[in-house]
């Protein structure tokens, strides 16, 4: 049988001289089963590298879908381009569309021309209903991978999800908020952009399951659909404050953080805690004037570079046992960023 490789090659990765690889491959004499073992071995790492090779010159270009406030897209647009450069073995490139709200039909639209023109991928951070998931189906039966980002979609629609464990992170609000609030009876505000985003929904559920067990003291009262959009967060916030003369504490699971401030300070109100999530340039200012009592955050890049190891395996440029480490649920506070 014809050797895969030059000679020279094997003899080099394997270490052994070119006499007894020519030996061995050609079956001229005994060889000792150990130096077969190293030749097969050889053959096998130069198969890797050879098939490395082929695929470092070839460019992957992704999708990145989101409906999201600006200053949560802006963070994960500097993820993404900060770890594009740096992944191997494809060159990967990416195409935003992003909004702070789709109309559906809009959103519809955008991944139906995606499927059309064609991608080697979509990461979708997007409103979990049964059109979009179909659409995400259709794009997963057109060979295109979807991933989820920071929120989901239903597991058969897509390849994977990055980000947090939402409910893990809800309860993890739920254990400090309820220690740092004390004893004192009184409500907590949740605050979401919409219950369209299963993500929102699963912190919530975290949140209200752990401060019903650890702090039945402290109720819980959610708004949902101001979309983390200042104006109408605001409007809603002060709707909620007008019902609910018990709230001291906050948990902003969907944004909108200056304007929950405004409506407090409005009201003439206090915060007792605040509690928010996602580390941004917003967040940040907040959290190093004291305005945040903590942030739950978790590493934007990791997921950004999660989501294209996805895609990258899902072309088989990366083995078959490649998995993805979850993303940590991490807890800022102001002496963090000051």
Same mark, same amino acid.
């Given at each position: 049988?014809?050797?895969?490789?030059?000679?020279?090659?094997?003899?080099?990765?394997?270490?052994?001289?070119?006499?007894?690889?020519?030996?061995? =491959?050609?079956? *001229?004499? /005994? !060889? #000792?089963?150990?130096?077969?073992? @190293?030749?097969?071995? +050889? &053959?096998?790492?130069?198969? $890797?590298?050879?098939?490395?090779?082929?695929?470092?010159?070839?460019?992957?270009?992704?999708?990145?879908?989101?409906?999201?406030?600006?200053?949560?897209?802006?963070?994960?647009?500097?993820?993404?381009?900060?770890?594009?450069?740096?992944?191997?073995?494809?060159? =990967?490139?990416? *195409?935003? /569309? !992003? #909004?702070?709200?789709?109309?559906? @039909?809009?959103?519809? +639209? &955008?991944?139906?021309?995606? $499927?059309?023109?064609?991608?080697?991928?979509?990461?979708?951070?997007?409103?979990?209903?049964?059109?979009?998931?179909?659409?995400?189906?259709?794009?997963?039966?057109?060979?295109?991978?979807?991933?989820?980002?920071?929120?989901?979609?239903?597991?058969?629609?897509? =390849?994977?999800?990055?980000?947090?464990?939402?409910?893990?992170?809800?309860?993890?609000?739920?254990?400090?908020?309820?220690?740092?609030?004390?004893?004192?009876?009184?409500?907590?505000?949740?605050?979401?952009?919409?219950?369209?985003?299963?993500?929102?929904?699963?912190?919530?559920?975290?949140?209200?399951?752990?401060?019903?067990?650890?702090?039945?003291?402290?109720?819980?009262?959610?708004?949902?659909?101001?979309?983390?959009?200042?104006?109408?967060?605001?409007?809603?916030?002060?709707?909620?404050?007008?019902?609910?003369?018990?709230?001291?504490?906050?948990?902003?699971?969907?944004?909108?953080?200056?304007?929950?401030?405004?409506?407090?300070?409005?009201?003439?109100?206090?915060?007792?805690?605040?509690?928010?999530?996602?580390?941004?340039?917003?967040?940040?200012?907040?959290?190093?004037?004291?305005?945040?009592?903590?942030?739950?955050?978790?590493?934007?890049?990791?997921?950004?570079?999660?989501?294209?190891?996805?895609?990258?395996?899902?072309?088989?440029?990366?083995?078959?046992?490649?998995?993805?480490?979850?993303?940590?649920?991490?807890?800022?506070?102001?002496?963090?960023?000051?």
């Amino acid at each position: 049988m014809r050797p895969p490789f030059p000679l020279k090659e094997i003899a080099l990765q394997s270490g052994l001289s070119l006499a007894t690889v020519d030996r061995a =491959l050609h079956g *001229r004499s /005994h !060889v #000792a089963k150990a130096t077969g073992l @190293r030749i097969e071995a +050889a &053959i096998g790492e130069l198969e $890797r590298q050879y098939a490395q090779a082929r695929i470092a010159g070839r460019r992957l270009v992704i999708d990145i879908v989101m409906e999201t406030p600006q200053r949560f897209s802006n963070a994960v647009r500097a993820a993404f381009e900060a770890e594009l450069p740096a992944l191997r073995p494809a060159s =990967l490139s990416a *195409r935003f /569309h !992003v #909004a702070d709200r789709f109309a559906e @039909r809009d959103l519809l +639209a &955008i991944l139906a021309r995606i $499927r059309r023109r064609g991608s080697h991928g979509v990461v979708l951070k997007v409103p979990s209903t049964p059109a979009v998931a179909d659409m995400a189906g259709g794009l997963m039966q057109s060979g295109i991978p979807v991933v989820t980002l920071v929120t989901d979609l239903p597991a058969p629609v897509r =390849l994977g999800y990055v980000g947090m464990d939402n409910r893990v992170a809800g309860a993890t609000v739920a254990y400090l908020l309820a220690r740092m609030a004390g004893p004192t009876g009184g409500k907590v505000l949740l605050t979401l952009s919409s219950a369209r985003f299963a993500g929102e929904e699963e912190r919530e559920r975290g949140f209200c399951d752990a401060l019903q067990r650890d702090a039945p003291h402290l109720g819980a009262v959610t708004v949902s659909e101001g979309f983390g959009v200042d104006r109408t967060t605001e409007q809603q916030v002060k709707a909620a404050l007008a019902a609910e003369p018990e709230i001291r504490a906050v948990y902003s699971i969907g944004g909108g953080n200056r304007a929950i401030l405004s409506a407090f300070a409005q009201e003439n109100r206090k915060i007792d805690v605040f509690a928010a999530h996602d580390l941004d340039a917003e967040n940040r200012t907040l959290l190093a004037g004291g305005q945040l009592t903590f942030v739950i955050h978790h590493d934007l890049r990791q997921d950004a570079r999660s989501a294209c190891q996805m895609v990258m395996a899902h072309h088989r440029m990366l083995p078959k046992d490649f998995r993805i480490a979850p993303s940590r649920v991490a807890i800022a506070t102001p002496h963090e960023v000051m």
